[in-house]
């Protein structure tokens, strides 16, 4: 989850699986959309679908992804190093709420390995 008004590197790069250009903000979101491209259960997903949360409209989630069995995920990447920090707990409990007041349960983060 990131606020769209931050600034920062933008990787892109045409995946099979994501109907527009996927923009990523950082390398985990980078790779993770990659993975997402090559995994078999995974028929559609979206990145950085603007949500209005409880911290207000200028939010984006990481993930939206469409399984073939039609069920939905959600995923927010999260580096380690920031886990700790009340902004970033702050933004992923305001993605899940937001996402379980939608109807969907299947919510996650994405963490990098550690270093």
Do not use: H, M
């Given at each position: 989850m990131r606020n769209i008004n931050t600034r920062t590197k933008t990787l892109k790069k045409k995946l099979n699986k994501c109907k527009t250009?996927?923009?990523?903000?950082?390398?985990?979101?980078?790779?993770?959309?990659?993975?997402?491209?090559?995994?078999?259960?995974?028929?559609?997903?979206?990145?950085?679908?603007?949500?209005?949360?409880?911290?207000?409209?200028?939010y984006?989630?990481?993930?939206?992804i469409i399984n073939k069995d039609g069920s939905i995920t959600i995923r927010e990447?999260?580096?380690?190093?920031?886990?700790?920090?009340?902004l970033t707990a702050k933004m992923l409990d305001s993605s899940r709420n937001y996402w379980l007041s939608?109807?969907?349960?299947?919510?996650?983060i994405v963490i990098n390995e550690e270093e």
């Open positions: 250009i996927f923009y990523a903000y950082n390398e985990l979101q980078f790779k993770y959309g990659n993975l997402l491209d090559e995994k078999d259960n995974v028929s559609e997903f979206k990145c950085n679908v603007k949500i209005n949360c409880s911290l207000g409209d200028n984006t989630t990481d993930f939206y990447c999260v580096y380690r190093n920031k886990l700790n920090k009340p939608k109807g969907i349960k299947n919510w996650g």
